[in-house]
Every structure is written in C-alpha cells, then in structure tokens.
C-alpha cells in the first residue's frame, strides 16, 4: 500500500527564517506525482507545488522549494523567507496513477512574529 | 474564472440520518473527486467521477455514495449517519488529462450529534 509519512507535527519558526518540512513516501511506482498542500485556518487547501517523478530537477515556486530524492522516496518542502502567512497546515502529497491523492497527516506550522 | 464552490458550508445532523453535500467544479472541470477530513484519519480519498461515471473509489462503506450530473456538478450523500462521519467533507475538480492539478472548494463542515 502506498503510504505517505510526515513525521513533523508541528513546527514554529521566526519571521524570515528558513524552514523545511520532511515528507517521506512509500511506492512500487516508478511514475508518480507529489506535492504540498497548504491549508491555513481558512480551511481552504492550497496547491504549493508540484513535482513529477520523472523530473530529476527540483521544482521552484518562489519562495518555496522542494528537495526530491527518489532513491530515499523522500520529498521535503523548504520555506525561504517565512512569512505570517506561511502560518497553516502543510500536507505532503502522493498521486498514484489511479489518479487518488494520499495525504500524509500534516505538519502544524506557525510562523511566529 | 469562479473556484470550486461547496454548499451547504456547515451543517449538523443527528445520527441514523442521511445528508447530502454539493461541489460545483471550475467550468470546464469534468472531475470531481471527494475527501474526507477527521482529526484522527486525516484526509482520506471517497470516490471520484468523471463525465457522470464514478472512476475511482476510496475505502469507505456503501452508506457513502455520489453521483455527477451532466453539467460536471456532483453530490454525496451519507445514508445512516455515525457519530464518526463528523468530518470537513473536501471537492476538487481538475481538468481532462490534467487530475495532477485539482482544485480544491472550502468543503462543508459536517457535525453529527
């Protein structure tokens, strides 16, 4: 079974520190989609970024950045920068070629003035 | 362009009884996929449709069913409900070949008492 584990339940950081949240995955897969979810207390959930499987290159969105190491089936999320409104719920991500998303159970993080 | 739109945002039922949910995708969005929310489970994959049809299924009990109308938009409904069901109920709609890009609606805040 595919299993997605972020093993940070919450995390605080100062303003325009630099932050990284740890995701790691479990797949038999070769092809594969991953991504992070932000969801503030707004509740909506908010597409941060997106890798491919195939793509060695690690996707960039701005401040945000992921470090994709397929061998270790890890994928980290860094947050440059941080702002108050970084302050929300993050979800790692994994979609199967069944086209389901598997959430890991998120990481808390509160970014603090 | 309007987002994915939920309603009702909040409802409370008493157990033994049925609800249903609605989630209007982005126009032109022909899938619609469903996830559940609890504080113990996470989210969790209901079911998807695409073009009427159910495509994918989570693993939950048949009291949970959906169904799509012509016009992409898409219900569930929770028959018999459990104390267990209280959770935020999510929609996402994503475009033909694209289920790597959903997006999600603000969901509906189900409590069962």
């Known amino acids: 079974a595919q299993t997605v584990t972020q093993s940070q339940p919450e995390m605080s950081v100062q303003e325009a520190e630099t932050v990284t949240l740890s995701c790691t995955y479990d797949?038999?897969?070769?092809?594969?989609?991953l991504f992070w979810y932000k969801q503030p207390p707004s509740r909506q959930m908010i597409l941060v970024i997106r890798?491919?499987?195939?793509?060695?290159q690690n996707a960039t969105e701005n401040r945000f950045s992921v470090n994709f190491q397929k061998a270790a089936k890890s994928f980290s999320l860094k947050i440059s920068d941080s702002q108050l409104g970084d302050t929300a719920m993050y979800f790692c991500a994994f979609m199967n070629r069944d086209d389901k998303i598997i959430f890991g159970k998120g990481t808390r993080l509160h970014i603090l003035p | 362009k309007a987002g994915v739109t939920q309603t009702p945002r909040y409802l409370i039922k008493t157990r033994g009884q049925q609800v249903t949910l609605s989630c209007s995708p982005i126009s032109g969005h022909r899938s619609v996929s469903w996830y559940q929310q609890t504080p113990g489970q996470g989210l969790q994959f209901l079911f998807e449709?695409?073009?009427?049809?159910?495509?994918n299924k989570g693993n939950f009990p048949g009291r949970f069913s959906g169904r799509q109308f012509s016009n992409s938009r898409s219900e569930m409904n929770v028959s018999t409900l459990e104390l267990g069901d209280s959770a935020l109920y999510l929609c996402?709609?994503?475009?033909?070949?694209?289920?790597?890009?959903?997006?999600f609606g603000p969901g509906t805040r189900l409590t069962v008492t």
């Open positions: 890798q491919e499987a195939y793509k060695q």
């Open positions: 797949t038999s897969e070769n092809n594969y989609y």
């Open positions: 449709y695409f073009s009427e049809t159910q495509r």
């Open positions: 996402a709609s994503s475009l033909v070949g694209a289920p790597y890009e959903q997006y």
